[in-house]
């Protein structure tokens, strides 16, 4: 989208305003205003003519400046309708050299999940992947997939799902134990979101990160595999403009409050307490999990004492 484009969005925003006063003050003719305000009208923005000026009447649901207008976040979205994989197009754009750059598509047909398992990404969806550069050692990147987890489940929360955390970053909907078909995963509840990070970097710092989050939306639940759902299926449809502008401006306010991810994630977190069975390299960790530390580790008290994971499968145990 061109800047004169979403600077005359973001005018039609605040106030009814006339032609000769846009072009005015954005130095374009009035003959480039017309141009752009059929452009808005063609991206589904309902402009209409009034005797005033131009009035915003309505903004699409979803599209790169649908989201962007009334963004309280520094990112700029490259929207898709329909995508190979969004963290592969992140990937790409931050080969570039781009930062806060937010890869938005209604359809992924190349997706994958964590460990290359199956990812359903269907129209309806929310697939975004956000594209950053953090002053942080390679070592703390752990702590940005933790915030993706926990802005999402805000998000979902706002939109009635009880979402909760299982560690380190699936987003569920909780059911009581033996009540999810298919959870052959050890998940204790209903898949709601899923969450890749990628990155590149030296020993000391890091070059870019690539966050990509998967959320079923507005999907109906027979068409996602055993063990899922939908914010659909839990509450209804979602406006997801909003959806996503809440899951940026909260990722972004974690992203510059580090200190803050832990707490937030121990709120939403459906893992602590839990007994938990963990596949790590160097061998099976089981046990309570009671705590998660800097940069987004598991504690595990095992019956040799704690244990502090790093990576790892986690596996929720069923409650005797």
Not at 14 to 29: K, T
Not at 310 to 317: K, S
Request: charged share 25%; proline share 5%; aromatic share 4%.
């Amino acid at each position: 989208m061109s800047d004169t484009r979403r600077a005359v969005l973001d005018a039609l925003a605040d106030d009814v305003v006339s032609g000769p006063a846009l072009a005015e003050a954005l130095g374009i003719s009035r003959a480039a205003v017309w141009k752009q305000i059929e452009a808005l009208r063609a991206d589904g923005f309902a402009v209409e003519s009034t005797d005033a000026g131009y009035e915003l009447a309505d903004v699409p649901e979803y599209g790169a400046l649908a989201v962007e207008l009334g963004l309280d976040a520094p990112v700029t979205v490259e929207y898709h309708g329909r995508i190979g994989s969004t963290n592969d197009r992140g990937r790409e754009l931050a080969a570039e050299g781009a930062a806060d750059v937010a890869v938005l598509a209604d359809e992924q047909v190349g997706s994958r999940g964590r460990l290359d398992r199956e990812w359903t990404a269907p129209s309806g969806g929310v697939w975004l992947s956000l594209v950053f550069r953090p002053s942080r050692p390679p070592a703390h990147v752990p702590l940005f997939t933790l915030a993706a987890a926990v802005a999402t489940t805000r998000a979902a929360r706002e939109a009635g799902v009880p979402a909760e955390i299982k560690w380190p970053n699936d987003v569920l909907v909780p059911v009581a134990d033996d009540a999810v078909e298919g959870d052959t995963l050890g998940r204790g509840g209903r898949k709601l979101v899923g969450i890749l990070t990628e990155m590149e970097g030296e020993a000391d710092r890091v070059s870019w990160i690539v966050v990509g989050i998967g959320v079923n939306a507005n999907i109906d639940i027979e068409t996602l595999p055993a063990g899922a759902t939908s914010i659909r299926e839990e509450a209804g449809d979602v406006n997801r403009r909003l959806f996503v502008q809440r899951l940026l401006e909260e990722f972004y306010a974690l992203r510059d409050d580090p200190e803050s991810v832990l707490p937030a994630w121990r709120e939403y977190s459906a893992t602590l307490g839990r007994r938990v069975r963990i596949e790590t390299p160097e061998g099976v960790v089981e046990g309570e999990a009671v705590d998660v530390v800097h940069p987004g580790a598991l504690v595990v008290d095992t019956d040799e004492g704690e244990v502090t994971v790093h990576a790892g499968d986690c596996e929720h145990l069923r409650s005797a």
